[in-house]
């Protein structure tokens, strides 16, 4: 083959991939079960390759990896979801309590104020924020398990995630083989550092993700069942999923534990342990766990971290807070690796 | 009967002869079969046509090509060798941060098996006594040629 040629067919190929790009921006309405797919074959590809490694065909290492995977994940739902629902349950009931000590501390609130500042009592500034708390709690946040359920279908969790698994599991490899040997000889060594670069950044990412994810939800519920908090499994599980979004993902825990908390037990006293336990959670996180399962850090600096975050946000809503960073992360990855071999050639 | 078929339903045979390919490469030379096969899973397969350039010299060297079938031509100032089926070229990727010496086109279609350096180093990381294997071969490999 011609070199002009190949080098026409390289640019077809960077087309197709923006492509691509903008096709999945247009689609992102139905990206969360094949994102969910993919963590997962990420996360448990590695054991496939182990039990291969040993001499059987694919398909033995991935029934044997998904019948475990699923039964692990089958009884923790067992263990889990019932005490769960009983607390979503016992939320919707004292929600309205919650509001009404709400309000009457911003009542309190209120008057001192417009003792102080009394141009404020004009503008009615203390009932706005009362009437959007207000619908808050009674419409958006019993919202939330319909959303959940919405963008989680019964038909998505039971089937469709689970076979997507499979064939990414399947295919996952014989296709990057494939493409690997319709890519021209000439780039094939910087294409496949490329390949693998991505490949290390992605699997470290998702693999650390969901084991601190799972560490921090687990520790909370434990801490915040020992202080006696009302609603401990939500805000675990809450807790622990936030933990995923960096830098602002361990707050959220702290303070949805710090509102239950001083509401529940009328005390600052009860604010100054949770502060503690979770201080003590983040200091296990980031000098046991992190070190642990994530290794070399993906090295982005804070303001390009919350930059990510936020765009990821804007464009792709909740999945794109969760994969902000690791898809920055292989950009730079990338952009590095072919800016060394740019200089090394000239 | 059923034992013959058994078989067939769990071993993956094409791996069986890759593992069989490579345990005669003077490379992988003493590794035991668990090793050989960790190697197996990683090679990328890629087919070069006749006349096509495989690399060229100066290079960042970061993959060792092995010649499963056909024959390709290395060709420098230095060098001028070819490398038949079952033998190998541009092991210098083995070691960081080097370039390929020379040019390298296929002489006829070829099938080569593509081992990046890095998912090697993840193996010898995992496999310590694997990676001290190779490396022992891969120093006598040079030592013979020097």
Same mark, same amino acid.
């Not at chain 1, 850090?297 to 464009?315: C, E, K, R």
């Not at chain 2, 960081?96 to 090697?120: G, M, P, Q, V, W």
């Given at each position: ?112 104020i417009e003792v102080a500042v009394p141009a404020i009592k004009h503008y009615n500034i203390a009932d706005i924020v009362v009437g ?215 | ?80 060798k070819i490398v038949d089926s079952g033998d190998f070229f541009g092991e210098i990727s083995l070691i960081e941060n080097h370039r390929?010496?020379? %040019?390298? @086109? *296929?002489?006829? &279609?070829?099938?080569?098996? +593509? =081992?990046?350096?890095?998912?090697? %180093?993840? @193996? *010898?990381?995992? &496999?310590?006594?694997?990676? +001290? =294997? ?6 006598? @490999? ?5």
């Amino acid at each position: 083959m011609l070199e002009s040629s190949k080098n026409r067919i390289f640019i077809i190929a960077v087309l197709i991939f923006l492509a691509i790009c903008l096709f999945l921006y247009f689609a992102r309405g139905i990206l969360a079960p094949f994102f969910i797919a993919a963590f997962i074959a990420y996360l448990i590809s590695p054991l496939v390759l182990k039990i291969q490694s040993y001499g059987y065909k694919r398909w033995v290492g991935i029934a044997i990896i998904v019948i475990i995977f699923l039964s692990a994940v089958a009884a923790f739902l067992i263990v889990f979801i019932p005490p769960l629902i009983a607390e979503i349950e016992k939320f919707k009931v004292s929600a309205s309590d919650y509001y009404a000590y709400f309000a009457s501390y911003l009542d309190i609130i209120k008057s001192k104020i417009e003792v102080a500042v009394p141009a404020i009592k004009h503008y009615n500034i203390a009932d706005i924020v009362v009437g959007k708390i207000h619908s808050f709690i009674f419409s958006k946040a019993q919202q939330i398990p319909t959303y959940i359920m919405s963008v989680f279908s019964i038909f998505s969790i039971l089937v469709l995630i689970p076979m997507l698994i499979i064939f990414m599991l399947f295919g996952g490899n014989k296709s990057i083989n494939k493409a690997v040997n319709f890519l021209p000889s000439k780039y094939i060594e910087t294409i496949l550092s490329v390949i693998y670069e991505i490949n290390s950044v992605l699997g470290k990412f998702i693999r650390g993700q969901l084991i601190e994810a799972f560490f921090v939800g687990i520790i909370s519920v434990i801490f915040l069942s020992v202080l006696g908090v009302n609603f401990a499994l939500i805000i675990g599980a809450i807790a622990g999923f936030a933990n995923m979004v960096p830098c602002l993902g361990p707050f959220v825990g702290l303070f949805l534990a710090l509102i239950v908390g001083i509401i529940q037990f009328q005390t600052f006293m009860i604010a100054i342990k949770i502060v503690v336990a979770y201080a003590i959670i983040q200091f296990l996180d980031n000098n046991f766990v992190q070190p642990f399962v994530i290794g070399r850090s993906l090295n982005l600096g804070s303001i390009a971290t919350i930059f990510a975050l936020l765009a990821g946000g804007q464009i792709f809503g909740f999945f794109g807070i969760i994969f902000a960073v690791p898809v920055m992360a292989i950009f730079k990855t990338t952009f590095i690796m072919l800016v060394h071999k740019y200089r090394r050639l000239y | 009967m059923i034992k013959e078929l058994l078989r067939n339903l769990f071993i993956d045979a094409v791996l069986k002869a890759d593992i069989d390919f490579l345990r005669k490469i003077v490379l992988f030379k003493g590794l035991s079969e668990r090793s050989l096969a960790k190697i197996a899973l990683i090679v990328f397969k890629k087919t070069y046509l006749a006349g096509e350039k495989i690399y060229e010299p100066n290079q960042d060297a970061n993959v060792v090509y092995i010649v499963k079938s056909g024959q390709v031509k290395l060709n420098s100032e230095n060098i001028n060798k070819i490398v038949d089926s079952g033998d190998f070229f541009g092991e210098i990727s083995l070691i960081e941060n080097h370039r390929h010496s020379c %040019e390298t @086109i *296929a002489l006829k &279609d070829s099938e080569l098996y +593509l =081992i990046y350096r890095a998912k090697f %180093e993840d @193996i *010898a990381e995992s &496999d310590n006594k694997a990676g +001290l =294997i190779i490396m022992k071969n891969l120093a006598s @490999i040079f030592t013979n040629r020097a």
